[in-house]
């Protein structure tokens, strides 16, 4: 089945570092790759849509300033917190999609474990 | 806003019984619901959907089930087995005709499956 990888799975930085986080489709070409956010306990919340070769399409809420989102290539999508404060500590995990079909599935990521101190 | 609902933030099943999961939905207009199935540490991964056109989904011990007017769909999973013990996302699909494939997602039930 398609496979999805993230990368680091956890990462522990200082308050107003900025964090790069990795999406790759290892074996199919993602038109498309989503990245959620995941709260202890809650649902995982759309942050952003992104389409190979062109800007991300962000949430309402989502800053895309801070979040920077950039989806070079057909298997690779790159998540960058800039100015991590605590507050953005969360599970992030991006999904991908292939194709263009109504129905195509999404094949999600491990995740990522973002702790900001 | 919480557009997709998992009331029950866990449940409890002895090996061989029923697991049924709930969910509930706000908007009218999601016409594609799928269940997630997530261990720790790990990414969601595709279960079952179901489309708005119809009212009942099977895959092997799984089986979906839609009632639109109640915007009400459950995932029934029989014979439970301890490997099923995991959290069970529902999500929904609200674009109609686009290719986005944008998800909606309830918070999550986790099953625990005891011998």
């Known amino acids: 089945g398609a496979v999805v990888s993230q990368h680091p799975s956890r990462v522990i930085c200082k308050s107003g570092t900025s964090v790069k986080i990795e999406c790759r489709s290892l074996d199919f ?39 920077l989102i950039n989806h070079a290539s057909l298997t690779l999508s790159t998540l960058t917190v800039t100015s991590a404060h605590p507050e953005d500590s969360s599970f992030y995990i991006c999904s991908a999609r292939s194709g263009t079909g109504y129905y195509n599935e999404q094949f999600f990521g491990p995740g990522t474990r973002l702790t900001v101190l | 806003d919480q557009q997709v609902k998992q009331n029950s933030p866990s449940l409890s099943v002895q090996e061989g019984r029923i697991s049924i999961l709930n969910c509930d939905y706000t908007n ?49 999973i029989v014979p439970s087995q301890p490997g099923d013990s995991a959290v069970y996302f529902c999500a929904a699909n609200l674009d109609r005709g686009s290719t986005l494939g944008r998800l909606y997602f309830g918070r999550g039930t986790q099953l625990t499956v005891w011998p």
Request: proline share 3%.
């Open chain 1, 29 to 67: 070409q993602a038109t498309t790759m989503f990245w959620y956010r995941q709260f202890p306990k809650q649902s995982l919340m759309l942050m952003a849509t992104s389409n190979e070769g062109s800007k991300a399409t962000y949430e309402q809420g989502v800053e895309k300033d801070k979040f």
């Open chain 2, 28 to 76: 009218s207009m999601f016409d594609y619901f799928l269940w997630y199935k997530k261990y720790p540490a790990e990414g969601p991964t595709f279960l079952i959907s179901i489309s708005s056109i119809k009212d009942k989904n099977e895959d092997g011990r799984f089986t979906v089930f839609l009632n639109k007017s109640a915007k009400h769909l459950s995932l029934h």
